[in-house]
T-cell receptor, first 113, second 113 residues
Framework: KQEVTQIPAALSVPEGENLVLNCSFTDSAIYNLQWFRQDPGKGLTSLLL?????REQTSGRLNASLDKSSGRSTLYIAASQPGDSATYLC????????????FGQGTELSVKP | GEEVAQTPKHLVRGEGQKAKLYCAPI?????VFWYQQVLKNEFKFLISFQNENVFDETGMPKERFSAKCLPNSPCSLEIQATKLEDSAVYFC???????????FGPGTRLTVT
């Protein structure tokens, strides 16, 4: 059974810092991995999608990497801003299980001005 | 439309009453997914559709939950005889294919009293 874990559960940093959020999964048979952010009381905003054949994806100040064989992904946020404060979730799409996503518990990020 | 739309935003039901939630996927997206978010960050997959056909229903509590996606109508998730533990935020997501990004709606918060 696929399980997804995110560390740390919460993170507080001063504005301007570069930071790394971690995601690990127990079964390397995945089709892709998707990173989301969720603001309080809101839906999920898709940040990056990495296919299983890819090593990384970049969008603006965000960079996500994937090491499928070791079951790990990281989300790197450069020059953090208070507007980055949110919960970040990673989700994997297992192979041969339809298209459903299995989510981690999220990392709650707070960027202090 | 360009966004996944969900209605209503909030729904309050007494225990034992019926609840019906609606989702309009992004135009051109063939797949619709329903997820339940309980206790802040625990996402549980419920069911997915490919157009109007059930694609994967492995997460559905069969006894009281049902869902439909009919042509030219919003998709719906119905809970008969709600229980206190059904209190959660229900998210709908859509994608062009199972391998592409899933885009989430804003969610419907169901409170069962």
């Amino acid at each position: 059974k696929q399980e997804v874990t995110q560390i740390p559960a919460a993170l507080s940093v001063p504005e301007g810092e570069n930071l790394v959020l971690n995601c690990s999964f127990t079964d390397s048979a995945i089709y892709n991995l998707q990173w989301f952010r969720q603001d309080p009381g809101k839906g999920l905003t898709s940040l990056l999608l990495i296919q299983s054949s890819q090593r990384e994806q970049t969008s603006g100040r965000l960079n996500a990497s994937l090491d499928k064989s070791s079951g790990r992904s990281t989300l790197y946020i450069a020059a953090s801003q208070p507007g980055d404060s949110a919960t970040y979730l990673c989700a994997v799409r297992p192979q041969n299980q339809g298209g459903k996503l299995i989510f981690g518990q999220g990392t709650e990020l707070s960027v202090k001005p | 439309g360009e966004e996944v739309a969900q209605t209503p935003k909030h729904l309050v039901r007494g225990e034992g009453q019926k609840a019906k939630l609606y989702c309009a996927p992004i135009k051109g997206h063939s797949y619709v997914f329903w997820y339940q978010q309980v206790l802040k960050n625990e996402f549980k997959f419920l069911i997915s559709f490919q157009n109007e056909n059930v694609f994967d229903e492995t997460g559905m509590p069969k006894e009281r939950f049902s869902a439909k996606c009919l042509p030219n109508s919003p998709c719906s998730l119905e809970i008969q005889a709600t229980k206190l533990e059904d209190s959660a935020v229900y998210f709908c997501a859509s994608s062009q294919s199972t391998g592409r990004e899933q885009y989430f709606g804003p969610g419907t918060r169901l409170t069962v009293t």
